[in-house]
């Protein structure tokens, strides 16, 4: 693990340097609080931090505090350093932001367990943070595909609709339909729907520009978020998915099961919300359903207002 160490007394600098080394800990060495910061401000910045309380520059109080106001979910662990021992240093090194204090000459064991607290302490930081990313994934995305689940999904579309309305852009929202998908659960069985679904979400993905944005919305319904997209006859995203999709059979351990998929259009218009879009999107895919599916409709433009 890269540690920094921060002081202005080339003995202490060395000595820690040695120290550290020896402990396993790959050691940055700098002679000065602003040095100090260059370092901490750097992406991939050492987890844990050794600084001097007296230093040209900055002294090490400020460093903390400089580097406490930066917004993180990986924090370093901070020991000050120092010679001053009163009671209302100490408080203000913590006050500071730093997590512990030793005070110079230090004692090598002493030294040695308080690393190792903070060693632990950032084990413990980094096991939490893996959690939450994982949560936060699991919140947001659908178990089956992988896919931003129907909140996350809405919450792209509420998020694009505004940003189309701020930057005056166009912003396209299908809503997708595999055909008769009940009649894969009930002929090929529900694993063999399972697989459908994943396949669909792979085949559309290949279809999409980087700014896309596919979602499960329910079952076998998926939205699809298009910013910038402007319709054109025949062509667009949409199409391309749609045809993309009736050429691509699944293979299932049954056997290949071909599918198709009707998807409804609304183009967002001046003043539009995400819910107009969504109704008037969900009434063109009624639209496709009734003209016979596999195909594509888009909303009168009145609708989607
Ligand atoms: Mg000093």
New binding site residues.
Partial sequence: MRALVA???VT?RRILEAILTKWGLEPTVVADGLAAEAVLMEEDAPPLVLL????PGLEGPEVCRRLRRRETSSPPYVVLL?SRGEKSDIVRGLDAGANDYIAKPYDLGELRARIGVGLRMLELQADLARVRDELAFQATHDVLTGLPNRRAALEALEREVSRAAREKGALSLGICDLDHFKNVNDTWGHPAGDAVLVAFAKVVRGCLRPYDILGRYGGEEFLLVAPGHRPTAGGGVFERVRRAVAQTPVATAGGAISVTVSIGVANLRAGGTSDALLSAADAALYRAKDEGRNRVCYAPEEEAR
Avoid: L, V
């Fill in positions: 002081d202005d007394d202490s001097d309380w007296n230093m120092t």
